[in-house]
């Protein structure tokens, strides 16, 4: 019976205390006996229960199996006690890894946090600067094309000059230049100076323009007429004034355009009439316009030259607006 391989605690078994006496021990035993004794008690749980009982008496009243008992009793309650110490330690050291783990955790949770919230931040700022670029690449094309659409009527204009002494008519100049291109308005206007003539020249077609300007020379040697585009500049000069007027009377269509232009000595009034026949029964005719230029100049030094006519961008913007009303 000794053999049994769990161990046991005797004591429990009895239900006394470590310190009980030898009395104390028999009356336990006799006690539990009635109850588990295989005379009263035939169960399998009883016939366990007594055998147990009757060794732990047998150890308990013997006192050197007691002292050896006692011995390995207090070694089994020790290992407990250090294993119950033991898994304490594993457990507080479980509870201070977990707690090390969440802290980690909830600290890269926080950085990622920080860097979804940097990066999103930085997204912004680049969209931000992407639409801010895009505004202004917006407003840069609308000013080109804008300036475009302005260059663009410069563009369709040139600006002849010839010696006055030539005598060239308007239907001369129209005749030369309409080898180019429809000729969409024409502007003759005499300078201050007699020596020479001016006439700005508007065409529909770009491609008229770039083709009288590859020309120039060729229009200059043969009919010593200077050709460029109609691009002013400001040399002290201003136009005060430029009218374009038209009127029809009895099929005859007149326009008029009148220019007043300062300088820092002088003031030059020169007014432009083309008059054109528009009868009906000339239908299949060509127009044939007919100008009266005259030119009134005011100095306050007569010794002092006159320079030639020159516009600066305003007057040109004017006459452009101008000359769309004002027709070959």
């Known amino acids: 019976m000794e053999d049994i391989k769990e161990f046991e605690d005797w004591y429990n078994i009895l239900k006394i205390e470590s310190t009980a006496t030898t009395n104390q021990i028999q009356n336990a035993y006799r006690k539990l006996a009635k109850i588990y004794h295989p005379d009263k008690n035939k169960t399998t749980e009883a016939v366990v229960m007594f055998e147990k009982i009757s060794i732990a008496h047998t150890t308990l009243c013997n006192e050197e199996k007691r002292k050896l008992f006692d011995s390995q009793l207090f070694a089994k309650k020790e290992k407990k006690r250090k294993e119950m110490e033991m898994g304490n330690a594993r457990k507080k050291m479980k509870e201070d890894l977990l707690s090390r783990e969440s802290i980690h955790k909830k600290r890269k949770d926080n950085e990622e946090l920080q860097r979804k919230h940097v990066e999103q931040q930085n997204e912004q ?11 202004q690449m917006k407003e840069e094309q609308q000013k080109h094309r804008d300036q475009f659409k302005k260059d663009q009527e410069y563009q369709l204009v040139v600006k002849l000059k010839w010696k006055s ?19 969409d308005s024409f502007t003759f206007v005499e300078t201050p100076s007699s020596s020479s003539s001016i006439a700005l020249a508007g065409f529909q077609l770009l491609d008229s323009v770039l083709q009288i300007l590859l020309n120039k020379d060729d229009l200059k040697s043969k009919y010593k007429i200077k050709v460029e585009r109609f691009k002013g500049s400001n040399n002290g000069d201003s136009t005060d004034n430029i009218i374009f007027t038209n009127s029809n009377s009895n099929g005859v269509n007149t326009n008029t355009a009148t220019s007043t232009f300062k300088s820092s000595n002088s003031t030059t009034t020169t007014t432009t009439t083309t008059t054109t026949n528009t009868s009906s029964s000339s239908s299949s005719s060509s127009i044939s316009p007919n100008i009266t230029i005259t030119t009134t100049t005011s100095n306050s030094n007569s010794n002092t030259k006159i320079p030639d006519l020159n516009f600066d961008d305003d007057d040109e913007d004017d006459i452009l607006l101008k000359m769309k009303s004002f027709k070959k």
């Open 125 to 135: 700022f680049k969209q931000d600067f992407i639409n801010q670029i895009n505004k």
């Open 165 to 183: 002494k030539l005598n060239y008519t308007q239907d001369y100049i129209q005749n030369l230049l309409a080898s180019y291109g429809e000729v």
